[in-house]
């Protein structure tokens, strides 16, 4: 058997229930390796001591219960520093949440809870989670595990290091452009952004709300179904939860049929990503799914309608940071003086940037011209997406441009806001994404991760599981 801490969410639950192994070793296994690797990686800001009631609860439950213990009953997971959990820290990677205790539980982490899930700590991210390599972070950067002079990607990059890494079996992030997937493909493991309102994001500090999604990042597409599986649903507490779709009780087809806008893939892909691309797609083609070309012409706008409805948000959301209700506090010799002294030093250069821009977006002499006109790009896309899926499946294309790339090397806020092209449409229609490994490019002499991506139709997530599902088998 491989390393306890190397098996899947699957393999641990098969494990535990064949009593080949005990919560406590699964718990101690993770711990162990923390304890070797994270001092480089920085893949967690605070790894949480081990909660001897709740192990020992779980390994009762599963010895009580057996096949009916939940699948998540005793596996240890890393969580977003994004997400509230009772009594813990919850930083956001934000020096003006440093010492922001969290009062109540979100709805994910209570979910996890009660199906006898543990948590070993919270993940380093971008500052508010806005970033696309991790470096943006308060708190230092996460190094990719793969080859440590590169970013995990971003904004989840602790999250995606430490489960490339081993130091959890699989980990909640959040997505508002692309901040689960993006990061999963560059450390070669799975990222799934679930439909909008499939998740609550009660108890998720928020980045741009009609954007943010909560989901899994996990080691195999099994893995993350059953993470998917046991954090969805309606919430009292999040109004814009959906009820479960009826698109599960639907059958699903036996061969995919995969729509692949290749003029979108002209400009900017690297040449080897293109080609590990075009062979996954060929593995699909010969296990029996056919490929459709179609045309997503608005697309080519997504990133800049993005790039105004988020920091629109971003600038409403963060607006209670003010240093006097919540947060980083400091005082100058006025009112206006807290204000800005407070955001100044409790803000990162990326967060004040968001906040300025999309202030200006929603001003009252430029809300038309800007956030208005993207809000509109918005629907056409959504239109476009809904059009092309009347004659396929899913959507492919590949997650990201390039590999991972070395710290600092997109230190001009354009090229980073780049990588997120082919992530955020998905965010601006709703729709569910998921993040494949699909094989490695070379690098200086190391073989890098990359990603193919997969959107479907609202709820059809279970369509994007039958996808992923064929690129694992393919490989
Ligand atoms: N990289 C994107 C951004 O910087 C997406 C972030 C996210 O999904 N949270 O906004």
Redo the contacts with the bound molecule.
């Keep these: 058997m491989a390393k306890l801490n190397e098996l899947t969410i699957e393999e641990a639950a098969r494990a535990l229930r064949a009593r080949e192994c005990t919560v406590r070793e699964l718990w101690d296994a993770c711990s162990k390796a923390i304890e070797e690797k994270n001092p480089e990686l920085n893949a967690y800001l605070e790894v949480f001591a081990a909660d001897d009631a709740a192990i020992a609860a779980a390994q009762k439950r599963i010895d009580s219960e057996g096949e009916n213990a939940p699948l998540l009953c005793g596996i240890p997971l890393a969580i977003k520093d994004n997400i509230l959990i009772e009594g813990k820290i919850a930083s956001a990677a934000s020096k003006m949440l440093e010492n922001y205790r969290a009062t109540y539980d979100a709805t994910v982490i209570s979910k996890l809870k009660a199906q006898g899930a543990l948590f070993l700590g919270r993940t380093n991210m971008?500052e508010f989670?806005?970033?696309?390599s991790t470096e943006h972070s308060a708190y230092g950067k996460t190094l990719n595990p793969i080859d440590t002079s590169r970013v995990p990607g971003?904004?989840s990059g602790g999250s995606a290091a430490a489960v490339a890494a081993h130091l959890a079996f699989a980990a909640l992030g959040?997505?508002?452009?692309?901040?689960i997937r993006?990061p999963a493909a560059l450390t070669g493991i799975v990222g799934l952004k679930p439909t909008y309102g499939a998740v609550s994001r009660s108890g998720l500090i928020a980045?741009g709300s009609s954007l943010d999604q909560i989901g899994p990042l996990a080691k195999s597409v099994e893995d993350a179904r059953i993470l998917y599986e046991a954090i969805r649903g309606k919430d009292v507490l999040d109004a814009t939860t959906i009820p479960d779709g009826l698109y599960e009780a639907r059958e699903l087809p036996q061969s995919l049929r995969i729509g692949v806008p290749r003029h979108l893939l002209m400009e900017g892909v690297s040449a080897d990503v293109l080609a590990a691309f075009e062979a996954t797609l060929a593995k699909l083609t010969e296990a029996g799914h056919t490929l459709i070309d179609i045309e997503l012409p608005t697309s080519a706008h997504a990133l800049a309608a993005y790039y105004i409805i988020?920091p629109a948000e971003v600038s409403t959301n963060l607006a209670r940071l003010d240093g006097i209700r919540y947060g980083h506090t400091a005082r100058g010799e006025t009112l206006l003086d807290d204000y800005i002294d407070s955001r100044t030093e409790g803000f990162g250069e990326e967060t004040r940037r968001r906040v300025l821009l999309g202030t200006f977006v929603l001003s009252s002499g430029y809300i038309d011209a800007y956030y208005r006109k993207a809000d509109a790009a918005r629907v056409v896309l959504r239109r476009e997406y809904d059009k092309a899926f009347e004659s396929c499946d899913v959507i492919a294309f590949p997650t990201t441009l390039s590999p991972a790339f070395k710290f600092g090397e997109k230190s001009d806020p354009l090229s980073m806001?780049l990588?997120?092209i082919f992530t955020v449409t998905a965010n601006l229609t709703g729709m569910p994404a998921i993040s494949i490994p699909m094989g490695t490019v070379n690098r200086d002499g190391t073989a890098l991760p990359v990603g193919i991506h997969f959107t479907a139709p609202h709820q059809a997530e279970q369509v994007l599981f039958a996808a992923g599902s064929a690129v694992q088998e393919a490989q």
Excluded: P
């Design positions: 971008d989670a806005m970033g696309s971003g904004s959040s997505d508002t452009g692309g901040s993006q980045m988020m806001y990588e997120d």
